[in-house]
């Protein structure tokens, strides 16, 4: 497809599993990240990655939360021992390169409920 | 620490009159990028306008036009014409170093 895919769309799970999170980039897109929107609130930076360069991890909340991308392609978000408060929209974005003026490309996201 | 500020949680408007949405940023940076961002309750963020900070001259997009004061650090967007399809949430974002820094968001209502 032409844009950035999210799967699954929605995800209910209970509170201590751990759930993983899928984004699919557009090709060639080198740019990468990942964030989080909780109910009624603004979009919180998570991480980025930039082609084979070490991620910017300084948004992930706790140590429960890891990402991981295989060169240019996907890229997977793992929380694990899931609680309440994880629960949120989880936004997914890609852009040609990293440089400041390029625009990021979001998905649709995953809905992820913590029972 | 870099921070954005939408002091509007909601604004109204009629049907082909103007709108305008504040937002206020603070940042030490003298070089970076701010956006508008439009979220319809589909929930994709779609990017409306985009400003350089070291680019005078305001952006415009067709009905969209910004006014960006940089020594103010104020960056509000101005909606002419609004339509039916402009009701959604706008969010105001900077971005240095790569990632977006938004504000709360504003939800703009269309009436007819």
């Known amino acids: 497809g032409a844009g950035v895919s999210q799967s699954p769309s929605n995800k209910v799970t209970e509170k201590g599993k751990d759930v993983e999170l899928r984004c699919d980039p557009i090709s060639g897109h080198t740019a990468l990240y990942w964030y989080r929107q909780r109910l009624g609130q603004g979009l919180e930076f998570l991480i980025y990655?930039?082609?084979?360069?070490?991620?910017?991890k300084s948004g992930l909340p706790s140590d429960r939360f890891s990402a991981e991308r295989t060169g240019e392609s996907v890229s997977t978000l793992t929380i694990q021992r899931t609680q309440q408060e994880d629960s949120a929209v989880y936004l997914c974005?890609?852009?040609?390169?990293?440089?400041?003026?390029?625009?990021?490309?979001f998905g649709d996201g995953t809905r992820l409920s913590i029972l | 620490a870099q921070t954005v500020t939408q002091s509007q949680p909601e604004m109204s408007v009629q049907e082909a009159e103007t709108v305008t949405l504040s937002c206020t940023y603070d940042t030490s940076e003298s070089d970076y990028y701010l956006f508008w961002y439009k979220q319809p309750p589909s929930r994709q963020m779609i990017l409306v306008i985009r400003q350089e900070a070291y680019k005078q001259q305001n952006a415009t997009e067709n009905r969209f036009s910004v006014n960006f004061q940089k020594a103010a650090k104020s960056f509000s967007l101005k909606i002419s014409d609004s339509q039916l399809g402009d009701a959604a949430m706008y969010f105001c974002?900077?971005?240095?170093?790569?990632?977006?820094?938004f504000g709360q968001g504003t939800e703009l209502s269309v009436k007819p």
């Open positions: 990655f930039q082609g084979n360069s070490a991620p910017d």
């Open positions: 974005a890609s852009s040609l390169v990293g440089g400041d003026g390029q625009p990021q490309h």
């Open positions: 974002a900077y971005r240095k170093g790569g990632k977006l820094i």
